[in-house]
């Protein structure tokens, strides 16, 4: 399956938790296993790791590992 036209691939921000937080809720509904959910989003700010806010800086560099 490729990219939808259009799509950009980037990391995620934390001004993207509740996209993120319903995406996995879809896909838990999706597979009948909607009440097995426990993330929300104080604790997916709280695990996730996230690229410096896009509000915070105009550009991101990503670094050699």
Known sequence: ????EGA???HAVREDVSIILRLINELA?????LSSVKATEATLLETLTFAPSVTNAPHTDILPT
């Open 29 to 33: 509904d999706y597979e009948k296993a």
């Open 8 to 10: 950009i691939i980037r």
């Open 1 to 4: 399956m490729g990219l939808a």
